[in-house]
T-cell receptor, first 114, second 112 residues
Framework: DAGVIQSPRHEVTEMGQEVTLRCKPI?????LFWYRQTMMRGLELLIY????????DSGMPEDRFSAKMPNASFSTLKIQPSEPRDSAVYFC????????????FGPGTRLTVT | QKEVEQDPGPLSVPEGAIVSLNCTYS??????FMWYRQYSRKGPELLMY????GNKEDGRFTAQVDKSSKYISLFIRDSQPSDSATYLC????????????FGQGTRLTINP
């Protein structure tokens, strides 16, 4: 299996622009997670889905952030408009079933907002 | 106060040393404890998983949980340069809980 796939790997954008991050979970996995990692705050859970349905989005920092999962093999995290403080590494992770203790992380998208 | 506290380091030790990594937490409802390893420019990967108090050993790695003190540890014996990475503790409340709360991670370097 190719593992969790994220694109792009790097994104540099200007403040105010829309940013879309993409994730393809491991085939057959039913749960998907979006995390953000910074030096100051560490790894934070933003939102997670089960069977394509958002379960908990309490970690989404502001209304500028939105996430969708239109089908079992694709999810997006959108930031509109982006701000410099959104600069971070964004990880997508998937797990086999709801409640599984192991989450498989993708390689991350390094976002820089100037 | 953060729910999970972890010294970010960095920690640098010579090859072959025993390494001790630790986390403390404040939420007494946490029952499931994990250690993830993250190499530079990569995503975290699960290293160890334990439930409640006690020890669990896997090769050179031992995970220890002391719920009475709200303290967990990861020990690495005979450390190797390939163990150089950031180690993150993570925990959750129940078996079915999806939300993992992570520590900030400790950056570890093993010097040949």
């Amino acid at each position: 299996d190719a593992g969790v796939i994220q694109s792009p790997r790097h994104e540099v954008t200007e403040m105010g622009q829309e940013v879309t991050l993409r994730c393809k979970p491991i085939s057959g996995h039913n749960s998907l997670f979006w995390y953000r990692q910074t030096m100051m705050r560490g790894l934070e859970l933003l939102i997670y889905f089960n069977n394509n349905v958002p379960i908990d989005d309490s970690g989404m920092p502001e209304d500028r952030f939105s996430a969708k999962m239109p089908n079992a093999s694709f999810s997006t995290l959108k930031i509109q408009p982006s701000e410099p403080r959104d600069s971070a590494v964004y990880f997508c992770a998937s797990s086999l079933y709801f409640g599984s203790y192991e989450q498989y992380f993708g390689p991350g998208t390094r976002l820089t907002v100037t | 106060q953060k729910e999970v506290e972890q010294d970010p380091g960095p920690l640098s030790v010579p090859e072959g040393a025993i390494v001790s990594l630790n986390c403390t937490y404040s939420n007494s409802a946490f029952q499931y404890f994990m250690w993830y390893r993250q190499y530079s420019r990569k995503g975290p990967e699960l290293l160890m998983y334990t439930y409640s108090s006690g020890n669990k050993e896997d090769g050179r790695f031992t995970a220890q949980v002391d719920k009475s003190s709200k303290y967990i540890s990861l020990f690495i014996r005979d450390s190797q340069p390939s163990d150089s990475a950031t180690y993150l503790c993570a925990m959750r409340e129940t078996q079915g809980a999806q939300k993992l709360v992570f520590g900030q991670g400790t950056r570890l370097t093993i010097n040949p």
